[in-house]
């Protein structure tokens, strides 16, 4: 007998990528901080945790899935379990978990590199495969050109497979590309693919990897324009109605789309530099917050406000914001993220 998925509470948004990895983080000559959850899924669904944190009365719209090692700490599972989402973990027992070093400079916190200590335990597509999650209404993708075609092949014959799936619509698809990815080599590849997806989101880095230009401790906000517009012009989305959303750590973010034309938006903390703690993560949770934003509003520039209040909390800490209270009550950090939400969006004046 075939269970109609599509019977299923939907979920909002689903992050896919090379899973929850296990980090150890190294500050100069300081003590490791040991089992800190980072990765693309962590920050993005967790890219959750930036959904999660603006869906205080619908927890478990927000869905995460992740392949744990044999080795996995149970109470990082038990952190996740009490966000109430909707949690999938594939237990993997003859392997180990994802884990990593990051190194930091002690002066500045500036992050310095990553090393992997383990092979990465990527969730793919195939794996929503019977379950609810496939119909998600929004999802992130963290990867190469030939990894998003690939999955969105995927999604799209896996959907068509589920009875009652033509009145849910199209997904809404977010893609942040693969860092060593972004060569000028493969800039075409990049475009192409870039039609396929809603939001293409790099960093500036990224993105300036695909022009092959010397790298500069000077932000060129003009630089990043004048490379944001190759995609724009070649086109985001399958009607060219998408949108370039180019992050760019402190100095904000970059919006640029037929609907809001080409925004320049400032970060949450602008005046603010000692709150930052650890900056890891805030790129990837500011898009899972622009997924619930976009959903509400769908308004792009409105939506990256979403993402830059999400991304305000992931540079309070090392690892992942402590949520408390519930419901209406709920609070990150000791802060309600709706209001600091409303804070923001009326300092700009929006």
């Known amino acids: 007998m075939t269970t109609d998925i599509s019977l299923s509470p939907i979920p909002k948004f689903v992050a896919l990528g090379n899973g929850v990895w296990l980090d150890e983080i190294r500050v100069g000559l300081k003590p490791p901080i040991r089992n800190v959850p980072g990765g693309s899924v962590t920050f993005a669904s967790a890219a959750t945790i930036g959904a999660r944190m603006f869906m205080p009365d619908n927890t478990d719209s927000i869905a995460m899935i992740f392949n744990a090692g044999q080795d996995f700490p149970d109470d990082t599972v038990q952190m996740f379990e009490s966000w109430s989402i909707n949690l999938k973990i594939h237990r993997i ?26 092979e990465p335990l990527p969730v793919t597509i195939k794996d929503l495969e019977g379950t609810s999650l496939l119909l998600a209404k929004a999802f992130h993708f963290f990867g190469t050109a030939e990894y998003i075609i690939e999955q969105l092949h995927d999604l799209e014959h896996l959907r068509g497979l589920c009875p009652g799936t033509s009145t849910i619509g199209s997904p809404f698809i977010i893609w942040e590309p693969h860092a060593k990815s972004c060569r ?8 192409d693919a870039a039609k396929l997806v809603d939001v293409f989101s790099p960093n500036h880095e990224e993105l300036n990897g695909f022009f092959n230009n010397a790298s500069s401790h000077k932000f060129d906000k003009h630089g990043v324009e004048a490379q944001a517009q190759v995609f724009s012009v070649s086109g985001i989305g399958p009607s060219g109605d998408g949108c370039m959303l180019v992050r760019c750590a402190g100095d904000g973010c970059f919006v640029s789309s037929r609907a809001s034309g080409h925004v320049w938006l400032a970060p949450v903390y602008l005046q603010c530099a000692s709150s930052i703690v650890d900056p890891t993560g805030a790129g990837n949770s500011f898009l899972g917050a622009f997924a619930i934003g976009w959903q509400e509003t769908q308004d792009y520039v409105i939506a990256a406000m979403y993402g830059h209040v999400a991304a305000s909390f992931a540079i309070e800490q090392c690892g992942l914001p402590v949520r408390s209270g519930a419901g209406a009550e709920e609070k990150w950090n000791g802060c309600n993220v709706r209001h600091r939400l409303e804070i923001y969006r009326k300092n700009r004046g929006s």
Do not use: C, M, W
């Not at 994802?98 to 590199?113: D, H, I, M, P, Q």
């Open 93 to 118: 027992i003859d392997k180990p978990s994802a884990r990593g070093l990051v190194f930091y400079e002690e002066s500045n916190f500036n992050r310095k590199g990553f090393q992997r200590l383990t």
């Open 184 to 191: 000028p080599d493969t800039l075409q590849k990049h475009l």
